[in-house]
């Protein structure tokens, strides 16, 4: 008869060790296994939270790392809280935030609602739609970048197409009214994809007996739409809103690469000014201060989110 | 016994040559075409020494946010810097530069012998001081490229003349050079549209700075009383700075072509490369490319310094030094490499193959002015130069200049008074934060 790798395994252990490992309880192996996996979330995760706080309390410059470290209470805080350019790019991430998720849930879902009616060609279409999404950030920044330019881009061409406005009186990523808005529909023409496959899952997720019980009772598409689609997503629907709404507070790589952040601080997100302070101004007491405020926002927020998201799950 | 003799000379021989190992050494620069230069001027090198030499080039918009990142880290990838001038404060004072002293006595290398705002601007720190850090390596200096070919149209010419009431040529003062973009901007030129003047707006590094200094100092900016150092108010936001300021303003918002909200070195020679633009704020580097080019090169452009203001004559400062990276494993080796670059004919070919030496006995023999269309505009600029802070602290106080600046020239958002005024509590804060107020 054959023996089992396990069998081999468990012979060749010494008799003492097998004995006391015989004697651990189960509460101690499940530790044993888990150990490694908490140790590694402690050394990447919990010890640089812990870290940045108490930088945030300091004056400390990575760039001076001889320089004396002065503990300052929270005179960083202080001045994070005051200092108005803060608050005027926290403005400018809440208008990219809000307006992203409201057209990207929009046109996402009813994206979806036409490609789940399954026409002839819609396997086609699906994909056509989703590959904005499968290319790098970097891309679609340059590729925009083209796009936007008053001389040959494209896009002012179909601008002045459609409404005869000269297509070099307006440049999208220079001028202060429509540089937000450049940025909300390049993240849209991106994301929108991914909210549709959400949304599409949802959908697809319904079962059909439900809307032929409506049909006998003589419930019109409207009503059906209303009671029964909108609520069974709901809940996909608020998830995209969730992965959306994370995604784009910690936006970076698409704006610097349309704006750099401008024009002024116009688009200049919370994350790059952020990263300005932290590598670029070498402030990285007052960075910390400025990551532990976001930290505590973000956590917060998603934190309510997250148990509205339950109790529409659980209705 | 002679035999032994010449067996054991030449066992010595070989030892000794053995001994003198040859070194891997990096050299770390910008991204653009000076760089390639000194690829192939370092050959020259590396065949006289057995030494290799590797180079990392970063473009420039990354330049400083890499390079820093890779000093502040204590990295060991690169030998030899060739850093920007503003480094040099910060470098000087956290150790990443290897004081050079020492070296130029011992090699008998002399900052006499160099441009002596190359010295001041690349090499010393503190400012004033004979204290070296780096050998001044590429002279630059912003100035001016104008499409020649288009001002010597008799029909524009005369066209100007009658608008303006004088020829149109190079202009010898900002506001000529305003009148000459106006006249330009939106122009039909072989049925192209052109644009009056491509300048440095951009944002996110250094661009927009780099530009507008061009308009600040001419019209009476200065970092700080002369006499008290840090001594901000008055100087920074004077009446002269503000309307310089709102020259800039006036230039970018009269002349320059649409979309150039975020522009700086690279987009200002592709437009003027492709016929956008009748005029060019750009880095001197960039003269020898333009001289070549295709399209624009030969007699077609022409070159100028950054014209007077009310104020003065000056023009920003650019260009480097060399620099020994103090946490370099090959420090002689990289020693061994700036006594080589410093040698006259190294220098000489240095200007040859497009870098711009600092070295006075190439700039001031009599042939150099001739030598190429644009080296007496280039003697004239390096004449005039001016540069932005150099302290530590220097990036804060340029991405807070950076900010301000372009809030108001590109954004149009306040007033000229309000942005310096911005600035100056911007820099007094810096200071503050530096224990130097």
């Known amino acids: 008869m054959e023996i089992s790798p396990l069998e081999k395994a468990a012979v060749a252990t010494p008799k003492r060790f097998r004995r006391s490992i015989q004697r651990l309880s189960d509460r101690a192996v499940a530790w044993i296994f888990v150990g490694p996996t908490i140790l590694l979330l402690l050394a990447v995760n919990i010890f640089p939270l812990v870290w940045t706080i108490r930088l945030s309390f300091t004056n400390y410059r990575a760039n001076r790392p001889n320089a004396d470290v002065k503990f300052i209470g929270l005179r960083n805080y202080e001045r994070i809280l005051t200092d108005s350019d803060i608050w005027q790019t926290m403005q400018a991430t809440a208008h990219f935030l809000c307006w992203t998720i409201i057209l990207q849930v929009a046109i996402g879902f009813a994206l979806a609602w036409l490609i789940n009616r399954k026409f002839k060609g819609s ?19 340059n590729f925009w970048t083209f796009l936007y330019q008053p001389q040959i881009g494209l896009f002012n061409y179909l601008i002045s197409f459609l409404s005869g406005v000269d297509p070099s009186s307006f440049t999208m990523i220079g001028e202060v009214n429509l540089a937000p808005w450049a940025i909300v529909i390049v993240d849209t023409w991106m994301w929108t994809p991914f909210v549709m496959l959400i949304c599409l899952a949802g959908l697809r997720s319904i079962p059909d007996y439900i809307y032929e019980a409506a049909e006998c009772d003589r419930a019109s598409k409207w009503r059906q739409f209303w009671t029964i689609t909108l609520p069974m997503v709901l809940p996909f629907l608020m998830l995209a809103v969730l992965f959306r709404g994370i995604e784009n507070f910690k936006m970076f790589d698409l704006v610097v690469l349309l704006t750099g952040g401008g024009p002024g601080s116009t688009t200049e997100l919370t994350s790059i000014n952020l990263k300005r302070e932290a590598f670029e101004k070498w402030r990285t007491g007052y960075a910390s201060a400025y990551a532990v405020i976001l930290f505590v926002t973000i956590f917060g927020l998603a934190s309510i989110y997250v148990k509205a998201l339950n109790k529409v799950k659980d209705r | 016994m002679r035999k032994i003799g010449i067996v054991v000379a030449i066992v010595f021989a070989s030892l000794a040559t053995s001994s003198a190992k040859s070194a891997d050494l990096t050299l770390c620069w910008a991204a653009w075409d000076p760089a390639n230069a000194l690829v192939e001027l370092s050959k020259d090198f590396e065949n006289e020494s057995g030494h290799n030499m590797s180079f990392e080039f970063v473009p420039w918009p990354n330049f400083a946010d890499r390079m820093l990142n890779e000093l502040n880290s204590g990295g060991k990838l690169c030998d030899l810097m060739i850093g920007d001038s503003q480094w040099i404060g910060g470098s000087a004072e956290a150790g990443h530069y290897v004081k050079l002293n020492d070296f ?165 020679i592709d437009a003027f490369r492709s016929g956008l633009v009748a005029l060019q704020m750009n880095f001197a580097f960039i003269w020898p490319g333009v001289h070549a080019d295709a399209n624009v090169g030969g007699d077609r452009s022409g070159y100028f310094p950054n014209p007077a203001g009310p104020g003065g004559h000056f023009a920003q400062l650019g260009g480097q030094g060399i620099s020994v990276v103090s946490y370099s494993g090959e420090q002689d080796a990289a020693l061994e490499y700036i006594k080589w670059f410093a040698q006259p004919h190294i220098q000489k070919q240095w200007w040859e193959l497009g870098g711009y030496s600092a070295l006075r006995a190439v700039v001031e023999d009599p042939g150099f002015a001739t030598s190429q269309p644009y080296a007496q505009t280039f003697l004239d600029s390096m004449a005039i130069v001016k540069d932005f802070w150099a302290e530590p602290a220097y990036a804060s106080l340029l991405l807070a200049m950076q900010d301000r600046v372009h809030k108001f020239v590109v954004a149009g958002q306040g007033t000229a008074r309000e942005a310096l005024d911005g600035l100056v509590e911007d820099w007094i804060e810096v200071f503050e934060d530096e224990g130097k107020l």
């Open chain 2, 104 to 268: 130029f006595d011992a090699q008998g290398i002399s900052m006499d012998d160099f441009i002596p705002a190359t010295v001041a601007g690349y090499a010393e720190w503190p400012k004033g001081t004979p204290n070296y850090w780096a050998l001044p390596a590429f002279g630059d200096v912003v100035g001016w490229t104008y499409r020649k070919d288009w001002f010597e149209r008799p029909e524009l010419q005369s066209e100007y003349k009658d608008k303006y009431g004088r020829d149109l040529g190079v202009p010898m003062t900002l506001e000529e050079l305003k009148d000459i973009a106006e006249f330009f901007q939106g122009r039909d030129i072989d049925g192209k549209t052109v644009y009056g003047a491509a300048i440095y707006t951009e944002r996110g590094s250094e661009g927009i700075t780099m530009g507008v200094t061009n308009a600040l100092y001419n019209y009476g900016f200065e970092y700080g009383n002369p006499d008290s150092p840090y001594e901000l108010e008055g100087f920074v936001n004077s009446d002269g700075a503000v309307a310089g300021l709102e020259y800039y303003k006036a230039l970018y918002d009269c002349c320059t072509p649409p979309g150039s909200s975020d522009w700086y070195m690279s987009e200002s």
């Open chain 1, 123 to 141: 396997g086609l279409w699906t994909t056509i739609i989703v590959l904005p999404m499968m290319l790098s950030p970097a891309v679609v920044g």
